[in-house]
């Protein structure tokens, strides 16, 4: 029964042990993966199968901060957080993009949401008035709304952090700050200057950023900066795309970006492998044949920096061989006594 019990508890113990990281992602329709053929692709899903994390993500297209506060009263969500070593959330975009709903675009066939086609009527006496409208929207429309959302967040947002450290004291947040996917609209369309679209939501967008980055709470990946190039985005007027999600090269950009901040790099027999800064890494070494494994060249139980990982040996003794010539060694000493006392 004793033999049982201590089995029991040995394995218990081994379970316990073999706990997965175990990463949960929340917010809007950048962790979701939104337009990506592939779900998979996305970069908290990239992290997760790198990290061979357990892996749980709550998010949805349109999400908005008050609306990942009350998701966070879930059970589903409050029991996932509670184990997790990691929480990674992407939320405030759609604070500042559901202003833009409000304007209406009908007449130049632009959807927001699907990034169809555009089509322009080129009647100037047409595109000026489409111009001044939208020129009005965004200067005395859009910044006063602006404005508001952003007290609305900076009430919302520190609740969203208070409220995942209630459930789990010691787990790590990582927040993406907001980008600016119109950076780069501030192009002459004809005769007219969109500048002022790129300007005013910079404005916005800093302001909330300046929300995310007032604690130290949480680590902010710099997604502002990581996904201000084109060639990351969805968005290309020339070419009639509009939307604001990243595409496949921006989520591969943030993915990056988290391995850089979570991780070091340990290259072993030409492979590269990821590991959580100060974590042990597991492996086993390889045999080598007339040699026997002595150590490794850096310490694997806590990997504190980017390591080119290799086998220290040192070479077996072969006592077959010292035998051997120990034998034949001692033979020729017989032969030689047996000669000396011969001749004497």
Same mark, same amino acid.
């Given at each position: ?6 089995? #029991?508890?040995?394995? *218990? ?13 929340? @917010? ?6 939104? %337009? !990506? ?30 609306? !990942? ?25 759609? =604070?500042?993009? /559901?202003? %833009? ?9 632009? /959807? ?21 409208? #939208? +020129? ?14 952003? !007290? ?7 609740? #969203?952090?208070?409220?995942? $450290? ?11 700050? %907001? ?12 005769? &007219? /200057? ?21 604690? =130290?709470? &949480?680590?902010?990946?710099?997604? &502002? ?12 007027? !020339?070419? @009639? ?10 989520? $591969? ?25 100060? *974590? ?10 007339? &040699? ?22 040192? +070479? /077996? ?17 017989? %032969? ?9």
């Amino acid at each position: 029964m004793k033999k049982i019990l201590l089995f #029991i508890l040995v394995f *218990s113990l081994f379970i316990v042990n073999a706990k997965a990281y175990k990463i949960v992602s929340l @917010g809007d329709s950048i962790p979701n993966g939104y %337009l !990506l053929d592939d779900e998979e692709d996305s970069f908290d899903n990239r992290l997760a199968n790198t990290l061979k994390a357990d892996f749980y993500e709550f998010s949805y297209i349109g999400m908005r901060s008050d609306d !990942l506060l009350r998701e966070l009263d879930r059970e589903e969500i409050k029991n996932n957080i509670k184990d997790a070593d990691m929480v990674i959330i992407n939320i405030g975009a759609n =604070d500042l993009l /559901d202003l %833009l709903e409000q304007i209406d675009l009908s007449a130049l066939n632009i /959807d927001f949401e699907y990034g169809e086609n555009i089509q322009i009527n080129l009647n100037k006496e047409y595109l000026d008035g489409i111009y001044n409208y #939208i +020129k009005s929207f965004f200067e005395d429309e859009l910044e006063p709304k602006a404005k508001e959302a952003l !007290l609305e967040f900076k009430s919302v947002f520190p609740q #969203i952090i208070s409220k995942i $450290k209630e459930y789990n004291p010691n787990v790590k947040i990582y927040v993406n700050s %907001l980008y600016n996917p119109f950076f780069d609209i501030n192009i002459p369309l004809l005769s &007219y /200057d969109l500048y002022f679209i790129s300007n005013i939501s910079d404005e916005a967008i800093k302001s909330f950023n300046e929300v995310i980055n007032s604690s =130290d709470e &949480y680590t902010v990946i710099d997604t &502002y900066n990581i996904l201000r190039n084109n060639d990351y985005l969805n968005i290309n007027i !020339l070419k @009639g795309l509009f939307d604001p999600h990243p595409n496949a090269f921006g989520h $591969k950009k943030l993915y990056e970006a988290y391995l850089k901040e979570l991780c070091y790099k340990v290259t072993y027999e030409d492979e590269d492998y990821y590991v959580l800064k100060g *974590s042990k890494f597991d492996i086993k070494p390889k045999k080598k044949k007339g &040699y026997t494994f002595k150590k490794w060249n850096y310490d694997i139980n806590k990997i504190d920096k980017d390591i080119v990982l290799k086998e220290v040996y040192k +070479k /077996d003794i072969n006592y077959y061989l010292i035998g051997s010539i120990a034998i034949v060694a001692l033979l020729i000493v017989v %032969l030689i006594i047996k000669q000396v006392k011969k001749n004497s």
